[in-house]
Nanobody
Framework: QVQLVESGGGLVQPGGSLRLSCAASGMLFRIYTMGWYRQAPGKQRELVATITTGSSTNYADSVKGRFTISRDNAKNTVYLQMNSLKPEDTAVYYC?????????WGQGTQVTVSS
């Protein structure tokens, strides 16, 4: 079955950086649009960034210029490089795959930005 496993979350100070990874299995990775979403306490899940099969990217306005999404089809992995982190970036970050067999989600990884 399809599995998406996120890693790389943690505690970081404001202004710091983290890189999230999402390793996919059980799917033909290269034909799926991949995305990162996040959900802060008491808030709805929101889009952070997506990357298509042709590597076109889309970002939420709140992260433009600070976050970069990328994919490595040879490794079945999507990344989210997060720089200049702010306390408001604190959330559980979820990996998403959207393609011919539907949409799939990872279990999430916690990112906490605090001094």
């Amino acid at each position: 079955q399809v599995q998406l496993v996120e890693s790389g979350g943690g505690l970081v100070q404001p202004g710091g950086s983290l890189r999230l990874s999402c390793a996919a299995s059980g799917m033909l990775f290269r034909i799926y649009t991949m995305g990162w979403y996040r959900q802060a306490p008491g808030k709805q899940r929101e889009l952070v960034a997506t990357i298509t099969t042709g590597s076109s990217t889309n970002y939420a306005d709140s992260v433009k210029g600070r976050f970069t999404i990328s994919r490595d089809n040879a490794k079945n992995t999507v990344y989210l490089q997060m720089n200049s982190l702010k306390p408001e970036d604190t959330a559980v970050y979820y990996c998403n795959a959207d393609g011919p067999r539907g949409a799939f989600w990872g279990q999430g990884t916690q990112v906490t930005v605090s001094s």
